[in-house]
């Protein structure tokens, strides 16, 4: 359990990274602003968590965390030059990475016993901030907050973590997998079928 | 004066989620963008200040906050589709909105017997970094540091506040009320009759 | 050397707060919204800093830090009226205010016991992030992500300081006027001879 959550964690930190330099790209950064992009979206999400709940943040123990975000910026930075990556993949390693910080965020909130409603609050922060924060400083509006069903993907990860985690006898490893596959199944059916979630209107003045 | 301050919190809830959904809706965001804008918008200043200050986030102990807000942002988001909501109305329901926030804040900060100058510093931010979360995410300029008699309304209501709360004799009731009524004052005149502050001007390259 | 890091301390925050000021000028914000941005840029990095590690922000304690940024403030926003400042001067400043909160930053982190990486992501944020959420705020794509060797500057001078700290019997003041000109140094060189970093390059899609 505790090796399937660390692999988890780094292929997020690793995807997120990743997200971070493309970004960067297309924005024609340097190699230091695309590094601390990359760090920026792979720690963000976990950093906003541990600072609200007031608990050290994860990385200050474990830099390791920071090392890889820094050390995937560096690869990403030249491999993006000579490797066209295929938007689609990028779109699923991104589906990926979110649905394993918002099952580890969770299950951590949850673990330091705060209840149900907050455990999936954190947990959908745990996912998207990080994101959030880059498109902030790419001077985008956030896909958390655009017509795309990511929000709802995270939501509903951690909401099954919480519900599942409440029955008796079902394996932790059953419990996280469960709920990585439902955010990983809502975001990649959003993006296969072209879903959408209602989008919000103003009734214009007459 | 806990009941009051109770109903006040409610209302300043209420009002920033449904200037959330109402930016989400110029946006056109989708409905999950929209309730995270307006929880967000919400809890955005409170939230800030306790990170400074190091005490528990205060939505972490009642979480009914976040549910409020969110229920706000749902109802609003269907709400605005059918029903026209005047700006008039918006900006004084905002202008409550921040003078409830920036008076709860100062007089939190104040009982956690932190100095009147910090006090004041962290009922701004408790009645504006809400809507300055809220407009960065947006990808527009913060109202805040715009041409607006904003900052300064808080600014005055959190001085009215610190200065009334030294004076003997005076009970609490009053003293909210009438820090609250400096705000909203303030801010409705500068709204009604179109007042700004002296506006930043560069000299211009010879 | 108290002395020392308390006068280089007092030349950041002046520094900083006079370009939010400046910034302000540009997007024609009014006096209370240049002041809000004089401070948050003086104060934004070491904020982040003692946010995320969990320790009293420094400027609860001494508020002179904030009297400081909201005087400069101020007196800068007349200023930028009448005296044309060169572009010239301003970045030798930036520069000047980019060295010392670097430096302060890292010192304060490894005297708080964290290992030296650590300390020196803490310096970086110290040094570039009041100038990030400045930025952000005024809706532009921040300068410490794009071309210029900030980062890079910011990077080598906390490294310096990390390393040179180990050397016994070298003095703290000979230490920190390194560090401090090696942030300098580097800074100034890519200004004066418009040096960059690899820029990201996306491979065009074919």
Redesign the interface.
């Given at each position: 359990m505790e090796q399937l959550l660390f692999w988890c964690d780094l292929i997020g930190i690793v995807v997120f990274a990743f997200t971070g330099?493309?970004a960067?790209?297309?924005?024609?950064?340097?190699?230091?602003?695309?590094?601390?992009?990359a760090c920026v979206t792979a720690t963000g999400g976990g950093?906003t968590r541990d600072?609200?709940?007031?608990v050290?943040?994860f990385w200050?123990a474990d830099?390791y965390y920071?090392?890889i975000a820094a050390a995937t910026g560096v690869i990403s930075?030249y491999l993006?030059?000579?490797?066209?990556v295929p938007m689609r993949l990028l779109m699923i390693a991104d589906a990926a990475g979110l649905a394993v910080f918002v099952v580890i965020g969770t299950q951590k909130v949850l673990s330091l016993g705060?209840?149900p409603?907050?455990a999936i609050?954190m947990g959908v922060i745990t996912g998207t901030f990080g994101g959030?924060i880059r498109d902030?400083?790419?001077?985008?509006?956030?896909l958390?907050?655009?017509?795309?069903?990511?929000?709802?993907a995270a939501?509903s990860g951690a909401a099954a973590l919480v519900i599942l985690d409440d029955i008796q006898g079902l394996p932790g490893e059953v419990v996280v997998a469960i709920a990585i596959l439902v955010t990983l199944g809502i975001r990649l059916a959003a993006l296969r079928w072209n879903l959408?979630?209602?989008?919000?209107?103003?009734?214009p003045?007459?």
């Open positions: 330099v493309l960067a790209g297309h924005k024609q950064m340097d190699l230091f602003g695309a590094v601390v992009l950093t600072m609200i709940l007031n050290p943040v200050l830099s920071l090392w930075f993006i030059r000579y490797l066209q705060h209840t409603a907050i609050v959030l902030v400083l790419c001077g985008d509006i956030p958390l907050l655009r017509r795309e069903i990511y929000a709802t939501l959408s979630a209602p989008i919000a209107r103003i009734r003045e007459t």
